[in-house]
């Protein structure tokens, strides 16, 4: 675990932006020895990341919006004060689903999401044209997407 506390004010943190969403990171891998990550996803109508699974556990806080979510045999719209968890090895996807983008907190356990991110961030600049890289991608961070 990190030695020094973490301290992030309202509007500060490191952005990215991956599959048509905006991502600021809240506590960084590196500040929890990897144990995990917090960021807050911003997901506007139909963004997000279809079906895909990892070897690591997420859990979603909806701050506001509504999102759709399908994981494991469940599917449904959820919206402000909602949680869900999705343990490793979970097949589950997410969108938008509210006019207004959702306000999403994501946590991940152990820490291992923010090198898919950043990747996306730099190599999938140009939607949809770009998409065919996020397999590949995906695969170098111990993640597999489902076909639609």
Do not use: N
């Amino acid at each position: 675990m990190s030695k020094h506390p973490v301290i992030v004010p309202r509007g500060e943190g490191e952005r990215l932006q991956a599959l048509g969403t905006d991502l600021r990171f809240l506590c960084l891998p590196r500040q929890t020895g990897d144990a995990w990550s917090l960021m807050e996803v911003m997901l506007p109508l139909d963004a997000g990341p279809p079906p895909h699974e990892h070897p690591w556990d997420e859990c979603y806080y909806i701050i506001e919006g509504e999102v759709r979510f399908t994981m494991g045999e469940s599917a449904g719209v959820y919206g402000a004060g909602d949680f869900l968890y999705a343990p490793a090895g979970t097949v589950h996807g997410f969108q938008g689903a509210s006019a207004k983008p959702a306000r999403v907190l994501v946590f991940d356990a152990p820490a291992a999401a923010e090198g898919f991110f950043r990747d996306v961030d730099r190599e999938v600049r140009d939607l949809p044209r770009d998409l065919s890289k996020v397999p590949e991608i995906a695969a170098r961070h111990r993640m597999r997407f489902l076909p639609i």
